[in-house]
């Protein structure tokens, strides 16, 4: 018989879960029921969109036409309610889905902070096409704007901004950017970047009210007392797991939707993936929920496969993203915050004079060129994160050996001393020069 499997979400893990579902079963009837009327497009995309870097249509890497090809109907619908039971799922216009299979690949919603005028008209997020059309409309008439969040999305949004002529000012809790996983000479580089571009820092700066004007946003105060005038306010302080459909038929959620190592629920037939699902790790027994874009292609690969019959245990790679910051290309892999000590770690610090530096974390090798910088951060027999901001000749190399562990215990002492070209221990390390670990 014809297996009916039904996707509810139209973004990366949704998307991929049915293209591998597609290929696992040719003669499978699939359809994803999505909530914005546009096809499939890259949402890391959209702030190369507000930057005036690629035009619209190139974040639509999947058109309807593909979806034709590949036989997977396109469903444009807000779902309402599911009945796990009979199997069967209803939109808010009415129409009911049968299915076999579902997977819930709804993502992730920006988060707003509980603040007064927070619902004001010009308060903003880079969350969606058009989202991003609309923060362009407001653009294209705002003389000043004020950013609020610590990470890559608020950057985005706030040179984004400064891209579009709207003086910028941009308001960071701490004393550098992005604390947490850059160390304090990246932080460094990304502002100075910022500031020859004319963005506007506020260290130590945090929001305490929007004010507004005929249901508008006019301004922001500060809680040292400081007023900023503007007609925009853009907030990225982080995301939500959109858990609504899943309470509604009382699955159990966590920060996220709570699944196995299979993406598999506790009702039979029903699972969950990407940015919506918290997900067991089988080899740590804990459960994460992971927002990246590369992460809900690799769930949604994985899912795919475990809805078509092909049992596929997931195991939580390092992380990796690669986006633009400071007008720096910047990759970062695995596990490179100073947030904790772990004295296995260790690192090198090499510029004009090669150096040793000791942070919380253990210590860092550090390769600078210019705006060129490369972290590593070291285990005993691997290579556990690394920070690529420049040159990105080393990123897939790196990507390599840290997600695939490789062991690098032959040519550690080399990375530490200095002894050898950095760049050339890692290529050959990369192309088969060690061993992989566990």
């Known amino acids: 018989m014809t297996t009916r499997y039904v996707i509810v979400g139209n973004g990366a893990a949704g998307a991929t879960a049915a293209w591998t579902i597609r290929a696992r079963d040719p003669g499978a009837e699939i359809a994803i029921v999505g909530d914005e009327p546009v096809p499939f497009y890259s949402r890391p995309g959209l702030a190369y969109v507000l930057l005036g870097v690629i ?12 979806y034709a090809e590949a ?16 199997h069967r799922l209803v939109t808010t216009d009415g129409r009911a889905l049968r299915f076999d299979r579902l997977l819930l690949a709804v993502g992730a919603t920006a988060t707003l902070p509980d603040l007064p005028g927070i619902d004001l ?12 059309r609309e923060i362009l409309r407001l653009a294209s008439r705002a003389r000043r704007a004020v950013v609020v969040g610590g990470g890559i999305t608020a950057l985005e949004l706030a040179e984004g901004l400064l891209a579009r002529g709207v003086e910028t000012h941009y308001l960071m809790r701490g004393d550098r950017y992005w604390a947490n996983v850059l160390d304090p000479a990246e932080s460094a580089l990304v502002e100075a970047h910022l500031v020859a571009d004319g963005m506007r820092l506020h260290k130590g700066t945090e929001l ?23 007609d925009i306010l853009g907030v990225a ?35 969950a993936a990407g940015d919506c699902a918290e997900v067991l790790d089988p080899v740590t027994g804990k459960r994460s929920v992971d927002a990246l874009w590369s992460v809900a292609n690799e769930q949604g690969r994985a899912a795919g496969d475990n809805l078509a019959g092909h049992p596929t245990t997931y195991q939580r790679p390092a992380s990796f993203n690669v986006t633009r910051i400071g007008g720096i290309t910047t990759t970062v892999i695995g596990a490179v915050g100073t947030g904790g000590r772990d004295d296995d770690l260790v690192s090198l610090s090499r510029g004009d004079t090669f150096l040793w530096r000791e942070q919380l974390d253990g210590f860092t090798t550090i390769s600078t060129e210019g705006a060129n910088r490369l972290r590593l951060v070291v285990g005993p027999d691997r290579i556990a994160g690394a920070v690529v ?46 061993s992989r670990g566990a």
């Open 55 to 66: 035009p619209h249509k190139e974040v639509f890497s999947r058109p309807d036409r593909l």
């Open 389 to 434: 901001m420049g040159d990105q000749s080393l990123s897939y190399r790196l990507q390599h050996l840290v997600r695939g562990r490789v062991d690098i215990s032959a040519v550690r002492d080399h990375l530490l001393d200095g002894s050898r070209d950095l760049h050339a221990v890692l290529a050959a390390l990369a192309d088969g020069g060690a």
């Open 121 to 132: 008209d010009g308060v903003v997020t880079l969350d969606s096409y058009e989202g991003t």
């Open 237 to 271: 302080i982080g995301v939500a797991p959109r858990t609504e459909l899943a309470r509604s038929i009382d699955l159990p959620t966590g920060r996220g939707i709570l699944v196995s190592e299979r993406f598999e629920t506790e009702l039979p037939d029903i699972f």
């Open 71 to 86: 036989r997977i109907q396109r469903v444009v619908g807000r779902v309402s309610a599911i009945e796990p039971a009979p």
């Open 208 to 230: 305490a009210s929007v004010i507004g004007r005929n249901g508008r946003v006019s301004g922001v105060r500060t809680k040292d007392g400081q007023e900023l005038p503007c």
